[in-house]
């Protein structure tokens, strides 16, 4: 399936934010090895994990068809997404 640049930014933007959820719920409970999670914690931990990782699956092998496709380098073109789905230094919170 052929992809466009727009259409990846989109997916590594989902995925990013996916990971961010993870890491949140990860803080919001602590440690898995250290904390007793309750079932429904686990449960939503285990949905997030796993939406986080299908969306980066998924992204990377359309980062691998869009290369093949553009006969560009994978790692090229895996560095152009990544920077256009970071958000420009005057919309982030942080201001960097």
């Known amino acids: 399936m052929s992809h466009t640049f727009e259409e990846l930014v989109a997916k590594q933007r989902a995925a990013d934010e996916a ?17 007793r999670w309750t079932g429904p914690q686990s449960e939503t931990y285990e949905t997030a994990w796993r939406a986080w990782r299908d969306l980066a699956r998924d992204l990377q092998a359309a980062l691998s068809d869009y290369a093949n496709d553009a006969g560009k380098a994978r790692t090229e073109v895996e560095a152009d997404v990544e920077r256009a789905a970071r958000p420009e230094a005057g919309d982030r919170p942080d201001g960097e």
Do not use: D, I
């Not at 990971?19 to 904390?35: D, I, K, S």
């Open 19 to 35: 990971h961010t959820r993870v890491e949140q719920l990860r803080a919001n409970y602590g440690p898995p090895a250290q904390e």
